[in-house]
């Protein structure tokens, strides 16, 4: 892990939150409409995860991590202020264009059926990528002015100034998080 970045993606906070807590390893994502082409691309492997709440529906999470889902959204701040505690190293990225292979994923995330249906149809001839990430946390949060051009329905950030990562712990031990690899492996595979 590098010891500081300046790049930072933007994911819904009680996914960030899912991740923090372990709950899940993966993203699917299909691209922000300010992304070059409107498509997603890993552009860097690692970053900072930018807690966002554009776009964010209670009625694309399951019914169990609704509440989680609130907390996360009762935690935005309209003080023009980013709060970043946890940074993410991608462990790979394989496009999917399969239903079946998304929702054989159902498990290991957040997101209802609802969510899988409504990323495959947005560009249907793009594929959704499934990201494998593993989270850490910061060992202190760092909070930075949000930057006119942070905003909007984009992916990437770049951020102004590097942060630093040091001291960050992963949410998971090295077993963990191999074992929920190749959990999704073997769902993607299947």
């Known amino acids: 892990m590098r010891p500081e970045n300046a790049t ?11 991740l923090k807590s372990g709950r899940q390893i993966v993203l699917i994502r299909k691209g922000g409409l300010a992304d070059k082409g ?4 890993v552009e860097d492997d690692e970053f900072f995860l ?6 964010q529906q209670a009625e694309f999470i399951k019914p169990e991590c609704v509440a989680a889902f609130e907390e996360a959204s009762a935690a935005r701040t309209e003080n023009g202020a980013v709060t970043f505690d946890s ?51 910061l060992s202190e949060p760092l909070t930075i002015e949000e930057q006119r051009r942070y905003r909007g329905c984009r992916s990437w950030v770049k951020l102004e100034k590097s942060l630093t990562t040091e001291m960050a712990t992963p949410v998971l031990s090295d ?9 999704v492996n073997e769902a993607l595979e299947a």
């Open 8 to 18: 930072a993606l933007k994911e819904w906070s009680s996914v960030v939150e899912a």
């Open 38 to 41: 409107r498509v997603f691309a």
């Open 50 to 55: 930018y807690p966002t709440y554009l776009h």
């Open 87 to 137: 940074y993410a190293v991608v462990h790979g990225s394989v496009p999917v264009t399969s239903e079946a292979a998304l929702r054989r994923l159902d498990p290991l995330h957040i997101w209802n059926d609802r969510f899988v249906e409504h990323r495959l149809q947005w560009k249907p001839d793009n594929p959704a990528w499934v990201v494998l990430v593993r989270a850490y946390r």
């Open 175 to 183: 077993e963990e998080f191999a074992l929920r690899v190749a959990q």
